[in-house]
């Protein structure tokens, strides 16, 4: 069991950016939470927000020791840049914090497992976001699947194509799309199959026309751990014919499929019971299954935060938690690995 906080839960807020806005109105909705100080690399990013969400008494600035030692927290929301997360996170457990983190856990995995160590230490709660598996309709999705009216998955697709055009850091990153992006869709892919990823083979690449400087495509197949095939297409500078932030998904088992656009109920197709010698069939005839609602929980982010906040106060792991979401992380790792090398990579 990890520590549990006092309430109500002292919340310093690292990292004054545009996600930071989720994180601090889900804190300022719940009763049991206070936030008491803003820290940003610029100090007038941590007092805008103070200002913007009117939290006049919040101690804001750079130095995040001093602050969680001045605010006597218990708790960091870690919402800076990605190669910010690792000093945020082990300044927070010194100062014996809790933590909760955007998304990625860390830059790479050595930072990931050194700060899973320090939480781990000092028996502190240490969770991640991953709004993308907190939907109703993936959780219909993978219903489908865990009802095993498909059979048993053997390959599972997933295409991603947007072209946002973010500007920032992610312009300048070496795999904008892999590391700040795939993230989400690989640990979907995970969530959906209850499995993790084995080995991976990756090509990743800038296609023309590409805004980013780092490779904003990639194509990745992995090897899971239930022997399933998860194969991944996606592009972060793909101009029409968007799919869903989601990705366009399809599991295709031994008994049928199953699809989910990433915007609408998913569905399968599935052998027509009863009928003999079905398998047989040139073309078997199928018939086709409706989702059935999962409709429990709030979505997104603060499905997410509902999630984290009750297993840190709950003295659990959470869904995401750091260690289970280090298993993405590896996926990200090694799919950037197998692109650099142009070997497949096996996964730990
Ligand atoms: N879950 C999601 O859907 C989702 C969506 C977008 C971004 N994110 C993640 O959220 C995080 C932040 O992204 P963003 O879009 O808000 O970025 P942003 O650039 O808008 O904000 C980042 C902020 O962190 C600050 N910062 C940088 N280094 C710092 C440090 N050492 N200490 C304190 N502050 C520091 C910057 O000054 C900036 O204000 C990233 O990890 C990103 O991947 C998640």
Same mark, same amino acid.
């Given at each position: ?12 807020? =690292? ?22 100080? #803003? ?8 007092? +805008?927000?103070?200002? %913007?969400?009117?939290?006049?008494? +919040? ?33 927070? #457990? ?9 998304k990625?856990? =860390? ?12 939480? /781990? ?8 976001m991953q709004n993308r598996r907190f939907l109703k309709q993936i959780r219909s999705f993978r219903?489908i ?6 059979? %048993?998955?053997?390959?599972i697709n997933a295409d991603f194509y947007l072209?946002p ?16 992006m795939a993230i989400h869709t690989f640990d979907q892919a995970r969530f959906i199959?209850? =499995? ?8 990743? #690449? ?11 495509? +990639?194509?990745?197949? #992995? ?9 991944y297409r996606g592009?972060w ?5 968007p799919t869903s932030w989601e990705a366009d998904w399809r599991v ?6 199953a699809v989910w656009d990433g915007k609408s109920m998913p569905w399968?197709?599935?052998? %027509? ?18 989702a059935?609602?999962d409709?429990?929980?709030?979505e997104g982010h603060?499905g997410c ?17 750091? =260690?289970?979401?280090?298993?993405s ?10 692109? /650099? ?8």
């Amino acid at each position: 069991m990890t520590q549990v906080p006092e309430k109500p839960v002292r919340i310093v807020v =690292a990292g004054c950016g545009n996600m930071a806005h989720a994180w601090i109105r889900h804190a300022q909705e719940r009763a049991d939470c206070r936030l008491v100080g #803003f820290v940003d690399l610029n100090p007038l990013a941590a007092r +805008a927000m103070a200002e %913007k969400y009117q939290v006049p008494d +919040a101690v804001v600035g750079n130095d995040l020791a001093g602050i969680l030692n001045q605010t006597r927290a218990s708790l960091v929301f870690n919402l800076a840049i990605p190669e910010a997360h690792r000093p945020i996170a082990l300044t927070a #457990f010194a100062a014996g914090c809790a933590v909760m983190s955007e998304k990625p856990l =860390a830059a790479n995995l050595a930072e990931a497992d050194e700060m899973i160590g320090a939480a /781990r230490e000092q028996n502190l709660f240490f969770g991640v976001m991953q709004n993308r598996r907190f939907l109703k309709q993936i959780r219909s999705f993978r219903r489908i699947v865990d009802d095993g009216i498909i059979g %048993k998955p053997g390959t599972i697709n997933a295409d991603f194509y947007l072209g946002p055009r973010f500007g920032g850091f992610r312009d300048l990153m070496d795999d904008p799309l892999l590391l700040d992006m795939a993230i989400h869709t690989f640990d979907q892919a995970r969530f959906i199959l209850r =499995a993790d990823a084995r080995q991976v083979y990756c090509h990743a #690449f800038n296609p023309p026309g590409s805004w980013y400087r780092g490779n904003a495509s +990639a194509i990745a197949i #992995f090897t899971m751990s239930d022997s399933s095939v998860f194969c991944y297409r996606g592009s972060w500078c793909s101009i029409g014919y968007p799919t869903s932030w989601e990705a366009d998904w399809r599991v295709s088992g031994s008994q049928g499929t199953a699809v989910w656009d990433g915007k609408s109920m998913p569905w399968a197709e599935v052998l %027509k019971p009863e009928t003999p010698n079905a398998q047989a069939a040139f073309m078997p005839e199928v018939i086709r299954v409706d989702a059935r609602d999962d409709g429990s929980g709030r979505e997104g982010h603060d499905g997410c935060l509902d999630e984290l906040f009750d297993a840190l106060l709950s003295g659990r792991p959470a869904e995401t938690d750091a =260690a289970d979401n280090r298993n993405s992380l590896a996926m990200v790792m090694a799919a950037i690995e197998s692109a /650099r090398t142009g070997t497949r990579v096996t996964i730990d």
